[in-house]
């Protein structure tokens, strides 16, 4: 009897620890996620602004020409999606995973931070916008494009081996506002281009008279060498039905313009909203860059 009692209670000591009935277990605690063939780093801009920059790059040596280079706005939302899809075409053999992904966001870990409504966006003129985003900063869209252009893509150009003519931009939303006013203004700095779900309401349609100008430069004779392709996104079921509108109407607007050089193409993503749109985007967005000449 001695030795049963001495085995139970052994038995019992042994056993694992069970929670009681009702109450759950404490988890074991994991390591996070780390996304295979990433970096990030934090930048601090010559007006003392931090980014946030994230970086996907392929394993291996570089081609002989340098790698594209893929600039995402928003890139604490967005980054992580196309950084994995461009890493899964590695699978097949001459697939678009050969390029580099830079993500451009924002220390802090949120999705959407106020900074970026005064980094993609000039000086605000409706009174009633200005009060809504009165406690954003504000009209920072000009020197946002100078940290992109001359501060960011040279020290990319230093850190890995780079296609210079091969840098593309994508921009959603109020980022795709911003990639056409970098379009309009400057169109010769990017390969491609592309604007998903463009803002093109923002602040009374402003960006209008941008477009007016960047049609009437095209038509002259100081029309640019080289014009950026550019690729409108835009989704079926965006929950502000004038961005369909609007955007469907700026890709007919566009058609007259490939007469002097600019290639653009309009894609509607069915059952996709406004925040659905990105993420159904990566595809299209990656073929675009990799297109060449």
């Known amino acids: 009897m001695r030795r049963l009692i001495l085995m139970l209670c052994a038995a019992v ?27 990030w780093w ?21 081609p002989a020409g340098g790698y594209p280079v893929l600039y995402v706005l928003d ?42 409504v005064g980094d993609f966006t000039p000086p605000i003129r409706n009174a009633a916008l200005a009060a809504h985003h009165r406690n954003d900063p504000q009209g920072g869209q000009a020197r946002f494009a100078d940290f992109l252009i001359e501060e ?19 921009g959603h939303s109020l980022g795709g506002l911003f990639a056409l006013h970098v379009l ?34 095209l038509a002259s004779e100081a029309a640019p060498d080289r014009v950026s ?23 007919e607007r566009l058609k007259a313009l490939s007469a002097h050089g600019l290639r653009s193409r309009l894609v509607l993503l069915e059952e996709e909203g406004h925040l659905t749109v990105p993420h159904r985007a990566v595809t299209y967005v990656l073929r675009w860059a990799n297109q060449f000449p």
Do not use: C
Request: proline share 6%; hydrophobic share 45%.
């Open 229 to 251: 392709r550019l690729l409108l996104l835009v989704g079926e079921r965006e929950e502000a039905p004038v961005t369909v509108v609007d955007n469907l109407a700026l890709g």
């Open 42 to 62: 934090d930048l601090t801009s010559s007006y003392g602004e931090t980014y946030r920059i994230y970086v996907s790059r392929p394993a291996g040596e570089a």
């Open 75 to 116: 890139g604490d939302a967005v980054f992580a999606g196309f950084a994995e899809a461009r890493r899964i075409q590695s699978v097949y053999a001459g697939g678009a995973d050969k390029m580099i992904v830079v993500g451009i966001g924002y220390p802090g870990g949120k999705l959407y931070q106020g900074r970026r």
């Open 152 to 170: 960011l893509a040279p020290q990319i150009a230093e850190r890995y081996a780079i296609d210079p003519a091969r840098q593309s931009l994508f």
């Open 184 to 217: 309009y203004t400057r169109p010769e700095v990017f390969h491609t281009i592309t604007a998903a779900s463009a803002s093109l309401w923002w602040d009374d349609q402003m960006i209008l008279a941008e477009e007016a100008a960047f049609g009437e430069r």
């Open 13 to 39: 000591l042994l056993a694992p620890t069970l929670a009681p009935a009702g109450v759950a277990a404490e988890p074991t605690a994991a390591a996070g996620y780390v996304l295979p063939e990433t970096e």
